[in-house]
């Protein structure tokens, strides 16, 4: 029904509401654009200087401006309790419980993107600001602590399987940047103090989407959306969405990796 937009190819179970609410905005925008522009060449045609000649002081005596405007303030009203509210409000009540869903943890730090799984055990090992070093640990995970045995931690790689819900707990290092990835209709700043759910479910895979827009070298791109400092250009990360199988067997490889050539251990 969007298809006019020309927005990104949709990859996420929420987006259809997404684009039908931008749907709605675009042609009441294009109902509001005409009637204005329509009343302005009207006036300027019926006010021309050739008709009067001298500045009426008395002016409009009919209400009909007054009611226009009132439906005009009607129409946004209704876009904004009936479509925005709701779709918002849905979003972040209703988040599905974190037994159900997959729980990563994005950081955001100028001027990258870093990813944290829990593992099995469903527990995120501690982190310690003293334990941050840039190249080896950026986190600041402490490998000491049980919980972070089995931990999985990425630079600019998100994977994710599809059709489960996924719950990004987003926080940030150091300034307020902002996760978008266009095709799956999330985009939520990351506020340094602040750690924000987002949750939404992948329905279409990194090769699907291959074969679907004919590109084979397609990605989901996590693009900061914030200008974040001098390096925000390159503010990139990538999102593979694969099969459930596919994602556990990638899980499974990175814990057995990560535990043997971790200097923490
Ligand atoms: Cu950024």
Redesign the pocket.
Known sequence: MTEWLGLPALASTHGEQIDSLIGWTHIFMLVLFVGWGGFFVYCLIRFRRSRHPVANYTGVKSHTSSYLEVGVAVVEAILLVGFSIPLWAARVDHVPPESEALVVQVT?E??AWNVHYAGPDKKFGRTDIKLIDLQSNPLGLDRDDPAAKDDVTTLNQLYLPVNTPVIVRLRSKD?I??FNVPELRVKQDAIPGFTIPIWFVPNVTTAEMRTRTGNSEFQYEIA?A?L??LG?YR?RAFVTVQSADEFHKWLEEQIKSQSETDIFR
């Open positions: 955001g100028q001027f300034v940047h902002s900061c914030q974040c400092g925000h503010m």
